[in-house]
C-alpha cells in the first residue's frame, strides 16, 4: 500500500490530505500528479529509517516530471537519504546534480557543506590529519554558496563559518 494511504502520525496525515486538496484544485497534468504522488510517499519514508523505499518513490518521481526545476527535488532529496544511511561519499553527487537542475536552490550546497564537515571530522577521528583541512575549505565554499543567495537562511551555517573562522573561497 502506498505511503500516502497509511500514515501513521496526524501531521503527515495533514499534509497528505492538503497535498491531495492541492492536486485537485490546481491545474495539473496527469504526469505532474504521478510525480508528486511519488514525491509525497518518499517523504515521510526517510525518516522512519526507511531508506530504500525513499529512494525509490524520488527516482519514480523523475520518470513522470518534466519541469527542470521540479526534477530537482528528486536528487535533492535522495542526497540526505545517502547521507542518513551513512553513505556519505555518494549524497554530494546527488546535490551537485540538483543544482545542475536548479541553480538557484540553496539547501543543496547546504547539505553537501553539512557532509564535507561531518566527513572531516571522520577523518580525524581515524587520524588523517590532511584530509580534513581540504574537505573543511571545501565545506567552507559550499556554506558561502549556501549563505549568498538567501542571507537569513541557513543560520546554522553562518555559525559553522564564525566557529571555524572559514568563510568560503579565502
Given at each position: 500500500m502506498p505511503r500516502s494511504r497509511r500514515n501513521d502520525n496526524s501531521i503527515d496525515k495533514t499534509l497528505t490530505i492538503v497535498a491531495d486538496i492541492s492536486l485537485r484544485t490546481i491545474p495539473t497534468t496527469g504526469r505532474e500528479k504521478e510525480a508528486s504522488t511519488y514525491h509525497r510517499d518518499g517523504m515521510p519514508a526517510q525518516p522512519g529509517g526507511e531508506y530504500a523505499e525513499a529512494s525509490r518513490n524520488h527516482y519514480e518521481a523523475t520518470r513522470p516530471e518534466t519541469d527542470p526545476h521540479d526534477r530537482s527535488y528528486a536528487p535533492h532529496n535522495i542526497g540526505p537519504i545517502h547521507a542518513s544511511s551513512g553513505e556519505h561519499a555518494r549524497a554530494p553527487e546527488h546535490h551537485f546534480q540538483a543544482l545542475e537542475r536548479n541553480p538557484s536552490?540553496?539547501?543543496?550546497?547546504?547539505?553537501?557543506?553539512?557532509?564535507?564537515?561531518?566527513?572531516?571530522?571522520?577523518?580525524?577521528?581515524?587520524?588523517?590529519?590532511?584530509?580534513?583541512?581540504?574537505?573543511?575549505?571545501?565545506?567552507?565554499?559550499?556554506?558561502?554558496?549556501?549563505?549568498?543567495?538567501?542571507?537569513?537562511n541557513h543560520i546554522e551555517a553562518q555559525n559553522r563559518s564564525k566557529m571555524t573562522g572559514r568563510f568560503g573561497d579565502q
Open positions: 536552490l540553496p539547501q543543496a550546497p547546504n547539505n553537501t557543506a553539512v557532509i564535507r564537515h561531518h566527513r572531516g571530522e571522520q577523518a580525524i577521528r581515524q587520524g588523517d590529519l590532511e584530509t580534513p583541512e581540504a574537505r573543511s575549505d571545501r565545506a567552507a565554499d559550499h556554506r558561502k554558496q549556501a549563505i549568498s543567495p538567501a542571507p537569513n
